[in-house]
Nanobody
Framework: VQLVESGGDLVQPGGSLRLSCAASGFTLDYYAIGWFRQAPGKEREGVSCINISDGYTYYADSVKGRFTISRDNAKNTVYLQMNSLKPEDTAVYYC???????????????????WGQGTQVTVSS
């Protein structure tokens, strides 16, 4: 099982980025996959999670209306479209999956088993 994130960058406030998480070794269809972030000196937090089999989608209050999670089944890839970025969005962003447990409706990091290496997002002028 492997998760590989990409798309992190330095962007000005108000800008946009799209993060990608390419999964291999399992199929996204039956498991939750989520985006988490950790800023320096802060705890890791769930940003957005999705589980198509359960019809579950979650967004943290801080990103609702600005971020959108989506997936491409053919590519076994999940995306996080981030618009109207703010300096407080600066963090390392990780994708993770609850494979093989398939717990379903959770965006709590301790329910996620496999993690990517992370990609840095910096929002600054």
């Amino acid at each position: 099982v492997q998760l590989v994130e990409s798309g992190g960058d330095l962007v000005q406030p108000g800008g946009s980025l799209r993060l990608s998480c390419a999964a291999s070794g399992f199929t996204l269809d039956y498991y939750a996959i989520g985006w988490f972030r950790q800023a320096p000196g802060k705890e890791r937090e769930g940003v957005s999670c999705i589980n198509i089999s359960d019809g579950y989608t979650y967004y943290a209050d801080s990103v609702k209306g600005r971020f959108t999670i989506s997936r491409d089944n053919a590519k076994n890839t999940v995306y996080l479209q981030m618009n109207s970025l703010k300096p407080e969005d600066t963090a390392v962003y990780y994708c993770a999956t609850d494979y093989p447990y398939g717990l379903g409706k959770s965006c709590r990091d301790y329910d996620y088993e496999y993690w990517g290496q992370g990609t840095q997002v910096t929002v600054s002028s």
